[in-house]
């Protein structure tokens, strides 16, 4: 049995001796935000490259490529991190696979996953050789073939199996259940590997399987590796040799102290051992959340307190469009104040100014008492943050700040208003269609 062993300290933010204010990654925060102005996320490189080395740790012996689920942060300095760490990735669109590539990323660590992969994306991906495509529907399989057998060359595909477990998780992530959209039933993949040979430029050698996000607990990951190896072997029994085992991804994070225990990287992949004990071929990971979700936070000021009828409201300068997440899963995210944290504690509903009443970051928070201006601190905002942030109220994306060892490197500015209008036009030219 699996002990729920301690990770090792993750690269925090660390208050300093006086108490008074905060460093991340080596670099004082308030001074950070003295450079560039708020909302701004902010990641550790240091914490990042440990997430991947402590995964690369656990996997010691294995066959294993990790493959970054890229819709988690697809910010081109990360992804160029996880190319220069030997890392892949996971993409689900051609946008991802293009971003992946521009971060020196070899086509040969990228795995194409996704329900709706387009006959266009597909080609792409073909011309461009990526490793692997896992393959979520009978029609996407014949597609593949068909635009395979254009092309002249052979893709390489797995069946993502929907084992029907559950991975007690929020509903909106739960990816593995009879009742998602994703991948297909053992019973379906059996036929498809019956009617293989039939496929000339498909070499269908692999299996997939991600049941979802921010899984806390070892057993649905367990539950879910069991039934892909017993497929597996039967498929073995049967004449259909498996080369490439994907495990996916789904690996949760820390997002409120003290009440959210995350598996440590070693007891998940003892349970991948477990399950595939017997097995000789290549495995593939996509953590997403698990890599970078603890290594971004977002700098946040405070614009105002606003005594409401009820509540006391603190409104910020960050809001739904930078972090969707609050208002989307009705996530939680610590925050905290980067200065003046000895003040005496008062009670919040922590907003942003967008019109949504959705708009809320937290509801009746604790915090030091805060006044106009005061710089925060939303915490583990790396994964989902800036990858589902939009311009909803007409707010330009906020600036992204890579931090490493006491240094910082702009990432991506703030986008500018023209960006933000660029494309669209005065109706002028009126066609028929
Ligand atoms: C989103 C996704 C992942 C990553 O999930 P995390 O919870 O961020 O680790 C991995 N694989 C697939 C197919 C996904 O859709």
Redesign the pocket.
């Known amino acids: 049995m699996f002990t729920q062993t301690s990770r090792p300290a993750a690269q925090e933010p660390v208050r300093n001796a006086d108490g008074e204010s905060l460093a991340f990654d080596g670099v004082d925060l308030e001074q950070l935000a003295q450079r560039i102005p708020t909302p701004f996320h902010a990641y550790s490189a240091s914490a990042i490259r440990q997430r991947i080395g402590s995964l690369q740790a656990a996997l010691s012996g294995l066959d294993a490529t990790i493959c970054f689920?890229v819709?988690?942060n697809p910010n081109l300095a990360i992804l160029q991190l996880m190319a220069n760490a030997g890392v892949g990735a996971?993409i689900?669109s051609v946008g991802e696979m293009r971003r992946s590539l521009h971060a020196g990323m070899p086509p040969e660590r990228i795995v194409f996953?996704?329900v709706g992969k387009s006959a266009d994306e597909i080609a792409g991906a073909l011309t461009v050789g990526i490793h692997r495509f896992?393959v979520e529907s009978h029609d996407e399989l014949l597609t593949l073939q068909h635009l395979a057998e254009a092309q002249g060359v052979t893709a390489r595909a797995a069946v993502r199996i929907n084992p029907d477990v559950d991975a007690h998780t929020h509903a909106k992530?739960s990816?593995g259940k009879s009742e998602n959209k994703f991948g297909v039933s053992i019973d379906e993949a059996r036929r498809w590997f019956a009617e293989r040979r039939r496929l000339s430029h498909v070499q269908l050698d692999g299996l997939h399987v991600?049941i979802?996000?921010?899984i806390l607990t070892l057993e649905p990951f367990r539950l879910a590796l069991q039934r892909v190896a017993e497929f597996w072997r039967e498929l073995e029994q049967d004449g259909h040799p498996i080369t490439s085992i994907d495990v996916?991804?789904?690996?949760g994070v820390c997002y409120r102290a003290g009440v959210d225990q995350p598996v440590a990287a070693a007891d998940y992949v003892n349970v991948i051992r477990e399950a595939l004990a017997d097995y000789r071929g290549k495995l593939l990971l996509?953590?997403?959340?698990?890599l970078v979700a603890e290594a971004g936070v977002l700098l946040t000021r405070v614009i105002r307190v606003k005594p409401g009828i009820e509540r006391q409201f603190l409104v910020l300068d960050a809001a739904m469009n930078d972090l969707q997440r609050p208002s989307l899963y009705d996530a939680w995210h610590d925050i905290v104040p980067v200065s003046n944290a000895s003040r005496p504690l008062t009670t919040y509903d922590i907003v942003g100014p967008v019109c949504e009443t959705g708009d809320t970051f937290a509801r009746g928070r604790e915090l030091p008492e805060c006044a106009a201006g005061d710089l925060l601190l939303i915490k583990a905002t790396g994964?989902?943050g800036t990858s589902m942030a939009s311009t909803y109220n007409s707010r330009p994306l906020a600036a992204e700040v890579l931090l490493n060892q006491g240094r910082y490197a702009l990432v991506r500015r703030r986008q500018h208003f023209e960006e933000m209008i660029a494309g669209e036009q005065p109706a002028r030219h009126w066609e028929t269609a």
Do not use: F, M, W
């Open positions: 689920a819709k988690a996971d689900v996953s996704g896992n992530i990816t991600h979802g996000s921010q996916g991804g789904g690996l996509e953590p997403g959340r698990y994964a989902y």
